[in-house]
């Protein structure tokens, strides 16, 4: 089954504890991106990448780090977490978009985070 | 600063009535505008698509209207049922400022829609 996969799905943690969030795609799409889900603001994205070992910076990419090491992996990283950074967070994937063809993002079924 | 402004912010309809989401954006750069649906405790899903050189899309109850410019577009739900009850997401495609590719969405914040029975 073509899916996107996050782990955990349900986080508590505190002020300061590093821990990293994974995502991981079976459709050998190549761009991948972090999002978060907060009510009121909609979807923001964090980092995303193009391919392995290309990322770059979304909207609100501050406190966050990503790596792609693999075509089918992107985890995104918090060093310090704040409790700011309490919210629901979404991996999606997708074929890159440099034609005017559809790019159906899809996502992963969300990391809930609370940081206390 | 906003680039993909939805409205209204909430919406309730009767089962059977129909369901009208607008949506407006800033960037004529943007080439691609789908629409996405998320039900509780799910990620967002790809509910509909259209380019900018299309003025609709229909497929099933749900038609897309797409006005260039006024740089607005619209999506329409006919037959409102109590299972389309979720948040709507309008999203619009655009090129990003430091590769030049275009894959990057950019998403309005959401509305909720509620459909009675």
């Known amino acids: 089954e073509a899916q996107v996969t996050q782990n955990p799905r349900y986080l508590i943690t505190v002020t300061g504890k590093k821990l990293t969030v994974t995502c991981s795609q079976n459709?050998?799409?190549?761009?991948m991106s972090w999002y978060r889900q907060d009510p009121g603001l909609g979807l923001r994205q964090i980092y995303y990448?193009?391919?392995?070992?290309?990322?770059d910076k979304g909207d609100v990419p501050e406190g966050y780090k990503v790596s792609r090491k693999e075509k089918r992996n992107f985890p995104l990283i918090l060093e310090s977490p704040s409790p700011n950074q309490t919210s629901l967070y979404f991996c999606?994937?997708?074929?890159?978009?440099?034609?005017?063809?559809?790019?159906?993002?899809?996502f992963g079924p969300g990391t809930r985070l609370t940081v206390l | 600063q906003q680039q993909v402004k939805q409205s209204p912010q909430s919406l309730i309809v009767q089962k059977g009535g129909i369901s009208i989401i607008n949506c407006a954006y800033e960037?004529?750069?943007?080439?691609?505008f789908p629409w996405y649906q998320q039900f509780p405790g799910k990620g967002p899903a790809l509910l509909i698509a259209?380019?900018?050189?299309?003025s609709e899309k229909k497929e099933g109850r749900f038609t897309i209207s797409f006005n260039k410019s006024a740089k607005q577009f619209s999506l329409h739900i006919m037959d409102s049922q109590p299972g389309d009850s979720a948040t709507y997401f309008c999203?619009?495609?655009?090129?990003?400022?430091?590769?030049?590719?275009?894959?990057?969405?950019?998403f309005g914040k959401g509305i909720t829609l509620s459909v009675r029975p």
């Open positions: 999606a994937s997708s074929f890159m978009g440099f034609t005017l063809s559809y790019n159906e993002q899809f």
């Open positions: 259209i380019r900018p050189d299309v």
């Open positions: 990448s193009m391919n392995v070992e290309v990322t």
């Open positions: 960037n004529t750069a943007f080439d691609y």
């Open positions: 999203a619009a495609r655009g090129v990003s400022k430091n590769t030049g590719a275009n894959s990057k969405l950019t």
């Open positions: 459709m050998n799409h190549e761009y």
